[in-house]
T-cell receptor, first 113, second 116 residues
Framework: DGGITQSPKYLFRKEGQNVTLSCEQN?????MYWYRQDPGQGLRLIYY???????QKGDIAEGYSVSREKKESFPLTVTSAQKNPTAFYLC????????????FGPGTRLTVL | AQSVAQPEDQVNVAEGNPLTVKCTYS??????LFWYVQYPNRGLQFLLK??????LVKGSYGFEAEFNKSQTSFHLKKPSALVSDSALYFC??????????????FGKGTRLSVIA
């Protein structure tokens, strides 16, 4: 099956810890995105990457970091600097050219204990 | 700057009745417009998109949307609602002038509740 996988589905973090959320796609898509979803706030863009070894900050990048060493993978690290990390995190990708729709992964729910 | 407004947080409709979920947008150029649906604790599923051409776009699960340039709207519609349509719906936009794969801008979502 082609698609986007995110792991883990549920993640619990103690305050002060860094955690990394995985996002992998086998769609041969060039661009990948990370969004954060909070109730009543829709989707807010954290980071995105249009090509390997390049990425741009989104609207709420503070306290997060990413890497794009391989086309298929775009992991997101939630650092201890992110003061309110409890949220649902969604990864997405799109084929080159930008005329199509973004495909989304199933999401990771992060809870800070 | 691009933006999307979904003026209703919640829409309630009886099963079998027509449904409408509203969306208005703002872009500097011409828009790409999208509708997505999200079920609890799941990712977003693509429903339909408008890029160019016919203003009435048909999508998955019997949904359709009408692009209205003068009103800058892209309302989602379905002639007969099902209980299984109950979910969170997102409208999104990208400015056609933007090159490459710039991110979609999403509305805050509208929760649709279809009552049997």
């Amino acid at each position: 099956d082609g698609g986007i996988t995110q792991s883990p589905k549920y993640l619990f973090r103690k305050e002060g810890q860094n955690v990394t959320l995985s996002c992998e796609q086998n769609l041969n898509h060039d661009a990948m995105y990370w969004y954060r979803q909070d109730p009543g706030q829709g989707l807010r863009l954290i980071y995105y990457s249009q090509i390997v070894n390049d990425f741009q900050k989104g609207d709420i990048a503070e306290g997060y970091s990413v890497s794009r060493e391989k086309k298929e993978s775009f992991p997101l690290t939630v650092t201890s600097a992110q003061k309110n990390p409890t949220a649902f995190y969604l990864c997405a990708s799109i084929v080159a050219g930008g005329r199509g729709e973004q495909f989304f992964g199933p999401g990771t729910r992060l809870t800070v204990l | 700057a691009q933006s999307v407004a979904q003026p209703e947080d919640q829409v309630n409709v009886a099963e079998g009745n027509p449904l409408t979920v509203k969306c208005t947008y703002s872009v500097s150029g011409n828009p790409y417009l999208f509708w997505y649906v999200q079920y609890p604790n799941r990712g977003l599923q693509f429903l339909l998109k408008y890029i160019t051409g016919d203003n009435l776009v048909k999508g998955s699960y019997g949904f359709e949307a009408e692009f209205n340039k003068s009103q800058t709207s892209f309302h989602l519609k379905k002639p007969s609602a099902l209980v299984s349509d109950s979910a969170l719906y997102f409208c999104a936009v990208r400015d056609l002038r933007n090159s490459g794969n710039t991110p979609l801008v999403f509305g805050k979502g509208t929760r649709l509740s279809v009552i049997a």
